[in-house]
């Protein structure tokens, strides 16, 4: 199976802030990888697929890159409501796997 | 509007066996694959598995934690998915969410659409 590995796992940072979420796979997914945010009691929510193609509706100061193995999202100006968990997922080859999450409070 | 709306969690024993249930409504159901995901109390997203489309022969795909215990099937007369899921052990505790795989007929996709998630108990 494909081990997905986010980093940091916490990560603090002010309104404003531009922040940077990696995610390294074990072996390589060409572009398939996606980014969900979740917010506490909600479901995820589809914010980029396929690396850095932007879901309808999603802020433009999000934003994805990488290619085989690593991979970023980053947020460019921190806003309230994005304080949140984060996840990657690759669906290159099942069994589709996420990454453990990266949880963005504020500082 | 594209919604589901999952159904069917609660106590269950360890051993012993829950059918959840996801309406789909607002898009061509019978078109999409739909997948299973859950999520245990504090911790991260875990795929459970995937039912392709009649296209596809409705086949299937399974995490390895829960292949020869659950069963994702559909029926797409009733724009309904379901997760059947037997010899439920502790483990197994979590929120079960479906959603919508985006595009149709591949298996490179994700998840463009969640439910709002069940919550699945597995206690004695």
């Known amino acids: 199976d494909i081990q997905l590995t986010q980093s940091p796992s916490l990560l603090s940072a002010f309104v404003g802030d531009r922040v940077t979420i990696t995610c390294r796979a074990s072996?390589?997914?060409?572009?398939?990888l996606a980014w969900y945010q979740q917010k506490p009691g909600r479901a995820p929510k589809l914010l980029i697929y396929?690396?850095?193609t932007l879901q309808s509706g999603v802020p433009s100061r999000f934003s994805g890159s990488g290619s085989g193995t690593e991979f970023t999202l980053t947020i460019s100006s921190l806003q309230p409501e994005d304080f949140a968990t984060y996840y990657c997922?690759?669906?290159?080859?099942?069994?589709?796997?996420f990454g453990q999450g990266t949880r963005l409070e504020i500082k | 509007e594209v919604q589901l709306v999952e159904s069917g969690g609660g106590l269950v024993q360890p051993g012993g066996s829950l059918r959840l249930s996801c309406a789909a409504s607002?898009?061509?159901?019978?078109?999409?694959?739909m997948d299973w995901v859950r999520q245990a109390p504090g911790k991260g997203l875990e795929w459970v598995g995937r039912?392709?489309?009649?296209?596809?022969?409705?086949?299937?795909e399974y995490a390895a934690s829960v292949k020869g215990r659950f069963t994702i099937s559909r029926d797409d007369s009733k724009n309904s998915l379901y997760l059947q899921m037997n010899s439920l052990k502790i483990e197994d505790t979590a929120v079960y969410y479906c959603g919508r795989v985006s595009g149709s007929s591949w298996d490179k996709s994700f998840l463009d659409c969640w439910g709002q998630g069940t919550l699945v108990t597995v206690s004695s």
């Open positions: 607002g898009f061509t159901f019978s078109d999409h694959y």
């Open positions: 997922q690759q669906f290159n080859s099942y069994p589709f796997t």
């Open positions: 039912t392709r489309n009649k296209v596809n022969g409705y086949t299937t």
């Open positions: 396929v690396t850095s």
């Open positions: 072996q390589g997914i060409s572009s398939y």
